[in-house]
T-cell receptor, first 114, second 114 residues
Framework: SQKIEQNSEALNIQEGKTATLTCNYT??????LQWYRQDPGRGPVFLLL?????KEKRKERLKVTFDTTLKQSLFHITASQPADSATYLC?????????????FGTGTQLKVEL | DGGITQSPKYLFRKEGQNVTLSCEQN?????MYWYRQDPGQGLRLIYY???????QKGDIAEGYSVSREKKESFPLTVTSAQKNPTAFYLC?????????????FGPGTRLTVT
């Protein structure tokens, strides 16, 4: 069966360190992968998008990698801050021909401590 | 201000009643989506629409219905046939086409059915 896995346990790190979140998938061949941030009780907010033929994408303190051989994406936040504490969701876009249909992982909760 | 709105933020209903959740966007997006999120779970797609007067079932459409009579609006009805309707409901919109697009989410409606 198709599956998207993100670290189910919360990730606690110290302020200033780099946070690395993992998104693994099986039985998919996504054309694109997206990352979102979700704060408690709110809708997700788009962060970054990476295509299958891109190895890496950066935006300010954020970096995403996409390894289609390993079927894995890594999401890095450098110089992390307490304000980065949130749940981070990865989403695969399979491009079924029916349009932009995303399949989301369960998310990883990140807590950045002082 | 451009954006996507959902109302109400909290909704309480008795079992056996149908309830309609509102979703409006002024981003001029062709595509709109409804997701359901349960505690500790990722987003699951209920219905989506790529164009006015057309919509497709997502992964968990049973017990739900939608309409797309206007580009700006995509209301979701939770019917009495939905066995576990209590959840956090999120509406989103995006561009539409062969490429992938980020999705813009509303603030969500938390539905409680007792």
């Amino acid at each position: 069966s198709q599956k998207i896995e993100q670290n189910s346990e919360a990730l606690n790190i110290q302020e200033g360190k780099t946070a690395t979140l993992t998104c693994n998938y099986t039985n998919y061949s996504p054309a694109y992968l997206q990352w979102y941030r979700q704060d408690p009780g709110r809708g997700p907010v788009f962060l970054l998008l990476i295509r299958e033929n891109e190895k890496e994408k950066r935006k300010e303190r954020l970096k995403v990698t996409f390894d289609t051989t390993l079927k894995q994406s890594l999401f890095h936040i450098t110089a992390s801050q307490p304000a980065d504490s949130a749940t981070y969701l990865c989403a695969l876009d399979i491009l079924t021909g029916g349009g932009n249909k995303l399949t989301f992982g369960t998310g990883t909760q990140l807590k950045v401590e002082l | 201000d451009g954006g996507i709105t959902q109302s109400p933020k909290y909704l309480f209903r008795k079992e056996g009643q149908n309830v309609t959740l509102s979703c409006e966007q002024n981003l001029n997006h062709d595509a709109m989506y409804w997701y359901r999120q349960d505690p500790g779970q990722g987003l699951r797609l209920i219905y989506y629409s790529q164009i006015v007067n057309d919509f497709q079932k997502g992964d968990i459409a049973e017990g739900y219905s939608v309409s797309r009579e206007k580009k700006e609006s995509f209301p979701l009805t939770v019917t009495s046939a939905q066995k576990n309707p209590t959840a956090f409901y999120l509406c989103a919109s995006s561009g539409s086409g062969l490429a992938t697009y980020e999705q813009y989410f509303g603030p969500g409606t938390r539905l409680t059915v007792t």
